[in-house]
């Protein structure tokens, strides 16, 4: 079946810049999605991006495309303590199969 | 309020037991769907929804069953629970033709099977 490879933690510094990698199997992905799930809560959209995209910026987040080697990463600029949580990459493979990786766990520290 | 809001939020139950998790929405969606999380593995589809009288099995659908009585319920059962159903469950819901195909999540109900 597809497949979502994340690392499972990554531990940064309040400040620093926070890049959290995604590898997907499904090349027929239109949307790639970023979703956050903070401690006790459900999944809420973070940002997403179009197939035909390489890269996407919102505010603090940069989301980067490498279509050819399947490859989505998440950069947070500035990372702060409201940041830590848990971090889905989430290709959209044909009408509606979401594909959710385990989850990257960010942890900011002082 | 939350506008995906999921019942019991905690449950505690015995091996055998008949368990339903129920989901409501006021977001006027068509679609619904429901997940378990497990730590390590992410979430995983276990059925869904795309009106009142569609019901579409997920990649893990054994050992439960769906009704959705309503655009806005949607509701799940484990007919006999077992310990490796002790999980985070989550529902969701999409509308039809939205761009962007986002979810929106509950906030959860975790179900431990002793």
């Known amino acids: 079946g597809e497949d979502v490879e994340q690392s499972l933690f990554l531990s940064v510094r309040e400040g620093d810049s926070s890049v959290i990698n995604c590898t997907y199997t499904d090349s027929s992905s239109t949307y790639l999605y970023w979703y956050k799930q903070e401690p006790g809560a459900g999944l809420q959209l973070l940002t997403y991006i179009f197939s035909n995209m390489d890269m996407k910026q919102d505010q603090r987040l940069t989301v980067l495309l490498n279509k050819k080697d399947k490859h989505l990463s998440l950069r947070i600029a500035d990372t702060q303590t409201g940041d830590s949580a848990i971090y889905f990459c989430?290709?959209?493979?044909?009408?509606?199969?979401?594909?959710f990786g385990a989850g990257t766990r960010l942890a900011v520290h002082p | 309020d939350a506008d995906v809001t999921q019942t019991p939020r905690n449950r505690i139950t015995k091996t055998g037991k008949r368990i339903m998790l129920e989901c409501s929405q006021t977001k006027g969606h068509d679609r619904m769907y429901w997940y378990r999380q497990d730590p390590g593995l992410g979430l995983r589809l276990i059925y869904y929804s795309f009106d009142v009288k569609d019901i579409n099995k997920g990649e893990i659908s054994d050992g439960y069953s769906v009704s959705r009585q309503a655009q806005a319920k949607f509701s799940l059962s484990l007919e006999s629970a077992i310990p490796n159903q002790t999980a985070l469950y989550f529902c969701?819901?999409?509308?039809?033709?939205?761009?962007?195909?986002?979810?929106?999540f509950g906030e959860g109900s975790r179900l431990t099977v002793l």
């Open positions: 989430v290709p959209a493979g044909g009408y509606n199969k979401l594909i």
């Open positions: 969701a819901t999409s509308v039809t033709n939205e761009n962007t195909g986002e979810l929106f």
